[in-house]
């Protein structure tokens, strides 16, 4: 089975210091998602990508995180600098994408992020 | 935006009974909702969906409901197993699109 490569999985970084996080979607998905998930409650978009273009970023707190998926395959998201409050699981998710009728996500492992 | 209420927080059975997981939406275009389970320490992964042109789907053990007029969707395990036990999110689409927002979703023990 296809899967979202994720890395690292487990991240403990000081708070004011920067961090990166790496996703591989399934080969052919052309949408990728960045989730961030605190403990307890459910996921939230903090990204869209189609290809290499961004669609939606609207949640994503711009003053210290950037994304990006230069060659439309595989995508970084940074925070610089972290900050306590971005303690959390940080999921990738892929897919076809609407235009091809395909609508359930995959969801990669997802990096644990701890700052101290 | 959408804001998708799920109820209750945490739900424990026995195992064999049926648990029913519910949720609300507030966006009337939404038009895809899909249901995650999450195991420990695991990725959400998608067990089944329902678009808004139909209103009920199964799939062995498990069904949803959607009752598009009062804009609630439920999630039903039937004869509920100790491996059914994990956390379970409702999501409910953002306007036309088939982007999700998820509930704050139900941890549902199975004692065996």
């Known amino acids: 089975e296809a899967e979202v490569a994720q890395s690292p999985r487990y991240k403990i970084t000081e708070k004011s210091q920067a961090v990166a996080f790496w996703c591989d979607p399934i080969s052919g998905h052309a949408t990728l998602y960045w989730y961030r998930q605190i403990l307890g409650q459910g996921p939230e978009l903090l990204v869209q990508?189609?290809?290499?273009?961004?669609?939606?970023d609207s949640q994503l707190p711009k003053d210290r995180f950037s994304a990006e998926r230069l060659k439309g395959v595989d995508s970084t998201l940074k925070i610089q600098p972290a900050e306590l409050g971005d303690s959390a699981m940080y999921l990738c998710?892929?897919?076809?994408?609407?235009?091809?009728?395909?609508?359930?996500?995959?969801f990669g492992s997802g990096t644990r992020l701890t700052v101290v | 935006g959408e804001n998708v209420e799920q109820h209750p927080s945490t739900l424990s059975v026995q195992e064999g009974d049926s648990a029913v997981i519910k949720c609300t939406y507030s966006d009337s275009a939404s038009n895809y909702f899909p249901w995650y389970k999450q195991e420990l320490g695991k990725r959400p992964q998608l067990i089944i969906d329902i678009r808004s042109n139909v209103g009920e789907k199964k799939d062995q053990r498990i069904a949803v409901t959607l009752n598009k007029t009062a804009k609630h969707f439920s999630l039903h395990i039937t004869e509920t197993q100790p491996e059914d036990s994990a956390v379970y999110f409702c999501a409910a689409s953002i306007g036309g699109s088939y982007i999700p927002t998820f509930g704050r979703g139900t941890s549902l023990i199975v004692h065996p």
């Open positions: 990508f189609q290809d290499e273009s961004v669609v939606d």
């Open positions: 998710a892929s897919s076809f994408g609407e235009e091809k009728g395909v609508h359930g996500y995959t």
